[in-house]
């Protein structure tokens, strides 16, 4: 069955580092991958798409990349800030019962510290 | 322009009884979704709808119904509660079909218990 994986630990970084955030899927061959953040008591929301044929995205701080031969993405915040504080969810399109769907991963949480 | 709004915010159950979860959206999105959020599971689609007078179930429909009687409006319903559906509920909207590469906006959600 399809699989997302991403860092069930948090990731603790200190202001001003990259942070580098996991994404691994098995069993998939999704059209593109978004990414997500989400703060405590809040819905996710949208950060930045990448489609399959794109190896990188960026926009401003963020950049994503995306290996569909190692099926796996990497999200990074570069001069991370604590307001970057935040868990940060993947998700894949699965084709499934006739309609596209977006199907998330469990996320993994970043704590940015002064 | 409020986006994806969820009523309510917070409720407490007790095993058996029933209630509705709305979910409003002011952007004229087609689709619509209700996922629902666990620790350490993530986000699970429960019902989705692609378009007014249609409902498709997700991963997890069981013990769920939905109704899209209005584009704007999707209904969660728990018929017979209990306490496995403790839980936060999101509802999201897309434009469009996601293989159109669209985004999902979410609610602020609905945190459910279960007694």
């Known amino acids: 069955s399809q699989k997302i994986e991403q860092n069930s630990e948090a990731l603790n970084i200190q202001e001003g580092k990259t942070a580098t955030l996991t994404c691994n899927y098995t069993n998939y061959s999704p059209a593109y991958l978004q990414w997500y953040r989400q703060d405590p008591g809040r819905g996710p929301v949208f950060l930045l798409l990448?489609?399959?044929?794109?190896k990188e995205k960026r926009k401003e701080r963020l950049k994503v990349t995306f290996d569909t031969t190692l099926k796996q993405s990497l999200f990074h915040i570069t001069a991370s800030q604590p307001a970057d504080s935040a868990t940060y969810l993947c998700a894949l399109d699965l084709f499934s019962g006739g309609y596209n769907k977006l199907i998330f991963g469990a996320g993994t949480r970043l704590a940015v510290h002064p | 322009n409020a986006g994806v709004t969820q009523t309510p915010k917070f409720r407490v159950l007790k095993t058996g009884q029933s209630m509705t979860l709305l979910c409003a959206q002011d952007?004229?999105?087609?689709?619509m979704y209700w996922y629902r959020q666990d620790p350490g599971m993530g986000l699970r689609l429960i019902h989705y709808s692609v378009g007014e007078g249609t409902t498709a179930k997700g991963e997890v429909p069981d013990g769920y119904n939905v109704s899209r009687l209005k584009k704007q409006n999707f209904l969660l319903g728990l018929e017979s509660a209990a306490p496995s559906q403790t839980s936060v509920y999101f509802c999201?909207?897309?434009?469009?079909?996601?293989?159109?590469?669209?985004?999902?906006?979410f609610g602020s959600g609905t945190q459910l218990s279960v007694l």
């Open positions: 990448i489609r399959e044929n794109e």
């Open positions: 999201a909207s897309s434009l469009g079909d996601p293989i159109f590469n669209e985004k999902l906006f």
């Open positions: 952007m004229n999105h087609e689709y």
